[in-house]
């Protein structure tokens, strides 16, 4: 009986997959998408049709529609408002369009899928009075940006209106009569489309988020028109333009280093193989819609140009690794200039995970996340994943630990988690990072359950917030949040990487020394940074390690340092809560002073100071009611230094965060040795405190040459684990042989942990 | 129809009542509860068939008593410890022995509701072990304590123990023989009676809640053991002995200043008719569990004493009171030494709601309270709730607007909570709270949502932390806890109220001047503060007011300062979160100074300076993606100091939150008149600001004499509405007329708005 029943399961799987098949190869649609067809770009006809055939028996696609129709009927029952433009991000006339262009798209998937004509027709009304307004228009009055709009104060804006509008334009096309159409395409979207390509090259002629955004705009409103001109400036760039590769946008990235540009370029150059994009999740996650619709938009129209097999499925590898770059709360790691809270919860990623199902693998743990997601899209791939989960196809989408590499061939080093039960650690060693990149090699973030343990600052900025700097980039953004102090990775000298400067941090990456997640019990990554302090290296090595003499995994942190002269090194732990205990005695400051007047350093305030430990230094700290534990391999010369940040801040920008910084003066070669346990909890409920002690006992280097480290771990039962990691040789085949206190050890491998 | 289902509904509420009532009245369990019969505390004979009779029907109760016995069959498992006693709270032998307490407790219900001999031998061999122990045991060896246990550092947990194990007690009476029962009793039960009461009278022989839990162990054991004189001796205290009444505790506390003792006593005192609890819900709370076990078992064995109908039944009115000292998610507001995060999920609480529904009239408020606890207490009352839950009749507990009278005649001062949607304001200007009271008359907390807008501090400690001073009060409750400076009111030439004396703020208390909810708009409490500092009068109006024209309900606050001198007052606000906006221009430091060298002034670092707006200084922060504005009037010689928590704080032991500090020279009467606004939300997803503006146009005082004062408020719609409160007679009755800017008004009451 059971097998029949999983016989039947079986052909009816194989026939949904062919069916899924012959969707996701589009061959149907593009007979049914000639050139004159409507909608075309996420919608299709096909799709609809199959929308309207399944309406009222697929969950969340009904309510998702219900929520839509009912922000949109109020939308009209309130009127159309087309401001004349004035303001910064954040302030009414920005927020009024930015909210007419969702309103207008959504409209339009309304009039298509409800097939009632009052949506047509209020798309129809608020873009006569576009066309009406935008002929009037002149640069945006806002001065601020390198590349100013017209509807907005930058073009980037601009962009995001019309790659939603387009959307619009699209399912009300058929709607218009042809002089209607004329007008629109004459006197707004071909001279908007202008506006952010040919009139603002130095903003759409580049590698850049900004110009996906600007290609994907050109490009939609190109496929809705069936304007050759226009797709070809969407996918290539404007032709025969050469920009001054030396210029640099408001945010120091440089405007057109290489010539290229174009959605093709856009693809090629900042996304890795695996799927990681440069700028780092955030920005990953803003450029995934242009990214996303617009290649919906091409494999309807052009499938011949096989948009999500382009550099060997590009596009959708990076929406994987998107997801795989979010903590247990679905909150995107905030490496680079990232906003912390943003989340897989971002409309973009709904766009995102709806369209890596319908057209990658059907894969069902992304089902999982549509679930939490609690909404889909309102066109043929959000019908998918209905259906998918409607018919209890889904699973849990399970995250392990990850190497993306980065770089557009993946050889710039890269970003390696690891995850071991409820611990997170985010290691980066990646390239620069594009124009918001920080100066930050080697550092990491450590998370538990979603809860920061270590941050990482983030940026400093209150997006859309118009009264902190209009919601831009503030200038502490720069003067702290990119400072390679703001970051739990070595600064040498009181100076940031590659002395905090764009156009050399550009130019280098981190090496990947070697990852390991096969042993569940020991998650592992290496990576070594040789030019962020010329004559410096630092070699970092980073573990994640279930021991059952530990209560939950604890982080293993090996950074050997080498230089060929003296320095000082100064080394953060980010940590939040309050101090517990520490093995040291300290002395706190009556008077705050910064700890410096650059770099950074002009933004720590000295709350304490301390002597370190002869041996090692613990310090425990407890932080929503969970206990933690650093101790690290100290020796009395070295000191401890209490800060916090708020330094010279005088528009109160910055978050009074705590950090512990081990600060070692007159060191030339240096191996700092960390194990940072999470333990126990407190509860203020039965005022009980549990486990609020460090487990472990012992922390020492008992080898550290050129080619091995060795440390050995003992917890309080006195066992005693060692991990030995492999410097330089550390390849999977490698065989090794060493004697350490006249034991020999033989292992093959990166390293030995046992 | 419908009426005649409301008439069956009817007929059966009036059955079930009667059968409750009956249950209540106890007359069965008299009967049955002969001297003789166990158990008899807070399981009866009766009751323990009952529970076995409705076993595997009853959810909640079975549910718990799963847990329970996982608990216990995984401790007995384990083995029996019984240490020799050596630390202080939070170390290994104060745990294991407060571990213990709980076992043997809930072990003993285990016996009498699963009939199970195992129990009841683990329970004896404990015992046995303990009285073994007992008999060789000297004084704690850890001498911190005004009065040491000999189990423990301090006779306190001492208490705590027999308070529970005489109900382990009370449960295997019956299963020990008499020469066993002999030898607990010889060796254990009543010299530790002793030693908590007669050998140590200073914690025992006082109105305090360390002599509650002491008078409620040796009447408990007393009523186990049927002696009258241990009974006796709970009831009325230690018999013919008066204790030096100007000797004081640990605390700063007067050990017997009026030589009152006993349990009865400890009932008179500290609860005011409305069953406010003098020193505040944290210590209610810990309070609570004997106050309520003991009167379970007097209820039980001493039926004539009627002790739930005591002093008109003020310990299930305390009960109700305490429930309604709580935030929206049950959190405790920590008034005096209060810890944050204590709550009505603490254990006291499920004994609490449960006595309260079973012995009480059966509130099905209490039950959906029960729900939220998701257990109940292994006894009759537990079964008591777990059958209302089943039988459906769980209502919501809603909490209204309230007044609590302070004082034993509730005549001393109190705490008005208004509660306005999701905003709720604490007002506190009770008597001085006994020796964990703070020096904050007429200080207030604001909540929105259970999340804290305007905080009280709370107290300086970490309980049960070992490495935080013990986990007992740091020497920061004292020089920042407690003082005026660390909270939301008043602080007249950088002294605490009562110049922070004990002896002195112990004479006295605020006055209510009127309290009124009736207008479901306007929540207002008014009080009066004449002793705080001799030659000043504080009234203060505090309202949370509901208005079309603004979001969410804002608060009001006319604080009237009348004195006969010139002082400085200085009058901070405890925000949380980043600042978002001022309407005046400020100057951050840059070097961090405290603001003063004492009273809680040493503590407080000073961020930032500024000169006051000339009629009113606006501040928007936000916390919690929620933003906040703060209008207040100021005039141009005012002050406002932006200032951090943290100064003079050698071990980290206080938390670094921030505040804006209201300081004005050279006053001699001066009317502070703020508005507090909670408006908007950020969401980090979306990356949107919603309402992130003040909706206040206008703040204006438009007279000001001693019988009126009369506040205009303008919005950004330019509507006014007018606040007027009396200051002198504001008697409900009272009828008034005055002209203002020619304008006659006309009304009758405490207030008048429009």
Redesign the interface.
Same mark, same amino acid.
Do not use: C, H
């Given at each position: 009986m059971k097998n029949k029943i999983s016989i039947l399961v079986l052909i009816f799987a194989l026939l949904m997959n062919i069916s899924c098949n012959k969707k996701a190869t589009s061959d149907d649609l593009v007979s049914q998408n000639s050139k004159g067809s409507h909608p075309k770009l996420i919608l299709t006809a096909q799709g609809v049709k199959n929308i309207r055939a399944q309406l009222g028996s697929i969950p969340i696609f009904d309510n998702s529609l219900q929520a839509v129709k009912e922000e949109i009927d109020a939308e009209i029952e309130a009127g159309i408002e087309v401001p004349i433009p004035k303001d910064y991000s954040?302030g009414y006339t920005h927020?009024r369009h930015k909210r007419n262009w969702f309103v207008l798209q959504k409209a339009g998937l309304l009039y298509q899928i409800l097939d009632d004509e009052k949506y047509a027709k209020y798309v129809k009304d608020m873009l006569m009075q576009y066309e009406e307004l935008y002929k009037t228009l002149p640069l945006h009055p806002k001065t601020r940006s390198y590349a100013r709009g017209k509807l907005f104060w930058q073009c980037l804006n601009d962009s995001n209106w019309l790659v939603y509008v387009s959307q619009a334009y699209d399912c009300i096309y058929n709607y218009l009569t042809e002089e209607e159409r004329n007008k629109l395409e004459t006197n707004l979207f071909r001279p908007f489309a202008d506006h952010i390509s040919i009139d603002s090259p130095q903003f759409y002629q580049r590698v850049h988020n900004h110009s996906t955004w600007g290609n994907a705009a050109v490009g939609m409103i190109g496929l809705v028109m069936d304007d050759e001109e226009l797709i070809n400036r969407a996918l290539y760039g404007i032709k025969d333009l050469n920009l001054d590769t030396k210029a640099k946008d408001d945010d120091g990235g440089f405007l057109n280093k290489d010539g290229k540009a174009g959605f093709l370029a856009n693809i090629e150059e900042p996304f890795s193989p695996d799927g990681y994009y440069n700028e780092g999740p955030y920005y990953q996650r803003y450029a995934m819609y242009p990214f996303l619709v617009f290649a919906e938009g091409l494999h309807n129209v052009k499938p011949e140009l096989k948009i999500f097999e382009y550099k060997e499925g590009v596009l959708l590898k990076s929406i994987n690794a998107l997801l795989n770059l979010s903590d247990a709360d679905g909150d995107f790691f905030p490496l680079n200039d990232g906003?912390?809270?943003?989340?897989y919860?971002?409309?973009a990623l709904v766009t995102a995970v709806d369209v890596s199902y319908h057209f990658g693998e059907q894969d069902p743990g992304l089902l999982s996340i549509a679930k939490e997601q609690n909404q889909v899209l309102l066109d043929d791939s959000g019908l998918a994943v209905a259906l998918g989960i409607k018919n209890g196809e889904a699973k849990p989408f399970t995250k392990k630990s990850i190497n993306l590499s980065d770089g557009p061939e993946g050889k710039q080093g890269g970003v390696g988690i690891l995850r071991n039960e409820d611990m997170e650690l985010v290691f980066k060693y990646a390239a620069q990072g594009s124009s918001h990149g920080h100066y930050d090699k080697l550092s990491y973030s450590f998370y538990e359950k979603g809860e920061e343990v270590i941050q990482d600052y983030g940026l400093a900025r209150?997006?859309?917030? /118009?009264?902190?700097g209009g919601?831009n980039y503030l200038k502490e953004n720069k003067t702290w949040a990119k400072q390679t102090i703001a970051h739990n990775t070595v600064t040498q000298n009181e100076t940031s990487h590659f002395t905090g400067k764009y156009d050399i941090g550009s130019l280098h990456h981190s090496e990947l020394h070697y990852f390991s997640s096969d042993n569940e019990h020991v998650q592992i990554v290496s990576a070594k940074e040789s030019n962020a302090y010329p004559g410096t290296t630092m070699l970092r090595t980073m573990a994640v390690i279930k021991d059952a003499d530990f209560e939950k995994p604890y982080m293993l942190d090996i950074m050997k340092v080498t230089s060929n002269k003296i320095n000082q090194y100064d080394f953060p732990y980010y940590y939040f809560g309050? #101090?517990?205990?520490t093995n040291f005695e300290y002395?706190?400051s009556? #008077?705050?002073?910064?700890l410096g007047n650059k770099n950074g350093y002009q933004h720590l305030?000295v /709350?304490?100071l301390a002597d370190a430990k002869s041996e090692s230094s613990k310090f425990?700290w407890?932080n929503n009611?969970k206990f933690y534990t650093l101790t690290t391999l100290t020796n009395s010369n070295d000191e401890l230094l %209490?800060t916090?940040i708020?330094?010279?801040?005088?528009? %109160?920008n910055l978050?009074?965060d705590?950090a512990l910084i081990l600060r070692t003066n007159n060191s030339k070669n240096r191996t700092f040795v960390s194990v940072i346990e999470a333990h126990g909890s407190?509860s203020?409920?039965? /005022?009980?405190?549990v486990n609020?002690?460090s487990s472990l006992k012992d922390l020492k280097i008992i080898l550290d040459t050129m080619d091995y480290t060795a440390v050995a771990i003992t917890n309080l039962n006195d066992n005693t684990k060692l991990l030995i990691t492999a410097n330089t040789n550390a390849s999977k085949e490698a065989k090794h042989t060493i004697k350490i206190n006249g034991k020999n050890y033989e292992w093959s491998g990166s390293y030995y942990f046992e």
């Open positions: 954040g927020s906003q912390k809270g943003m989340s919860y971002n409309s209150f997006v859309n917030i /118009e009264q902190k919601g309050q #101090i517990i205990q002395k706190t009556e #008077i705050l002073k910064p305030f /709350e304490g425990s407890m009611n %209490f916090r708020g330094a010279n801040d005088p528009q %109160f978050r009074r705590p407190y203020p409920v039965s /005022e009980s405190a609020s002690n």
